[in-house]
């Protein structure tokens, strides 16, 4: 079993910034894919970025330009680096993981069988 637990979320202004963390108990290094992903009151859940074994990224239209996601594997962290908030960003943030036991390594093909409980992140205009 994996716990994924993020810290990092709080209330800004829009055009602030906020980092969040993503604490595993399991080797981030062997995580096929890594995303964050959102979910606003009343709104369907949404794949913010994600970051496969090798490093590669990908991100949502909407937060492309602005979020930067990033894993330091030594400390079994994953990261959301977000700047320029806007108040359409306030959400739940959510950190998934992938730690089936395949081969590839890619998000395309990511099942996230490993969820944190969520930081809310609040950007108020």
């Known amino acids: 079993q994996v716990q994924l637990v993020e810290s990092g979320g709080g209330s800004v202004q829009t055009g602030g910034s906020l980092r969040l963390s993503c604490a595993s108990s399991?080797?981030?290094?062997?995580?096929?894919?890594m995303a964050w992903f959102r979910q606003a009151l009343g709104k369907e859940r949404e794949r913010v970025a994600t970051?496969?074994?090798?490093?590669?990224?990908g991100y949502a239209d909407s937060v492309r330009g602005r979020f930067t996601i990033s894993k330091d594997n030594a400390k079994n962290t994953l990261y959301l680096q977000m700047n320029n908030l806007k108040p359409e960003d306030t959400a739940m943030y959510y950190c998934a993981a992938d730690f089936w036991p395949r081969s590839g390594g890619y998000c395309t093909s990511a099942r996230f069988n490993y969820w944190g409980q969520g930081t809310q992140v609040t950007v108020s205009s």
């Open positions: 399991a080797d981030t290094s062997s995580s096929n894919c």
């Open positions: 970051i496969n074994k090798y490093g590669g990224t």
